[in-house]
């Protein structure tokens, strides 16, 4: 089983649409998760940081943590096309593991 | 501002030829970090520092190079060893090299002539 499993897309939804992105992982020892944000050709942006189990509210972004699960989400409210970029979920004991991204499209 | 630069943004190596490329952030962070990024791979560590004047192996450190001799700068040679090094380079810092999170930088694509 992979440290870390996020669906590689590509993912696409109408201009407006809630947009649910997922990852789930093996390692319980994680305690810190974070997703990013790449536009083609660009470095990767921070969007959201979390500790712990809980939900983290930033704008039109939240970010869910489900330790029991191992599972976490990261939903965008009222998605524009501007939003259309491959997010990749982080997740960080004594170092760090990225997923391998989601590419999503955001149709107008 | 505050913040990550690499340069060049595109760089082009002939077979046999050793290339450097440049990363530099001024947001006082200890930790540095190199990482490749190839089309459904995913981010895969090359080398990392998190004091000036040391640096590890990541886990695709052959045919990379690194110096550390400042806090600010951390360059990245890919050498004649690597065979398949076009790639999209991205460069990270973090405050330490502990549980803080990392913030990247544009990157550098890297390509075979």
């Known amino acids: 089983q992979k440290e870390v499993e996020q669906d590689p897309g590509p993912l696409s939804v109408p201009e407006g649409a809630i947009v649910s992105l997922n990852c789930t992982y093996s390692n319980s020892a994680f305690q810190y998760f974070m997703w990013y944000r790449q536009y083609s050709r660009k470095g990767p942006e921070l969007l959201m940081y979390?500790?712990?189990?809980g939900n983290k509210e930033d704008g039109r972004f939240t970010a869910q943590v489900d330790k029991s699960s191992k599972y976490i989400s990261l939903f965008i409210r009222d998605s524009q096309p501007s939003d259309s970029a491959t997010y990749l979920c982080?997740?960080?004991?004594?170092?760090?593991?990225f997923g391998k991204g989601t590419r999503l499209h955001i149709l107008p | 501002d505050g913040g990550i630069t690499q340069s060049p943004k595109y760089l082009f190596r002939k077979e046999g030829q050793n290339v450097t490329l440049s990363c530099e952030q001024n947001?006082?962070?200890?930790?540095m970090y190199w990482y490749r990024q190839d089309p459904g791979q995913g981010l895969r560590l090359i080398y990392y520092s998190q004091i000036v004047n040391d640096f590890q192996k990541g886990d695709i450190a052959e045919g990379y190079s690194v110096s550390r001799e400042k806090k600010e700068s951390f360059p990245l040679t890919v050498t004649s060893a690597q065979k398949n090094p076009t790639a999209f380079y991205l460069c990270?810092?973090?405050?330490?090299?502990?549980?803080?999170?990392?913030?990247f930088g544009p990157g550098t694509r890297l390509l075979v002539l």
């Open positions: 979390t500790y712990s189990s």
């Open positions: 947001l006082n962070h200890d930790a």
């Open positions: 982080a997740m960080k004991d004594d170092k760090i593991i």
């Open positions: 990270a810092s973090s405050v330490a090299g502990g549980r803080e999170t990392q913030y």
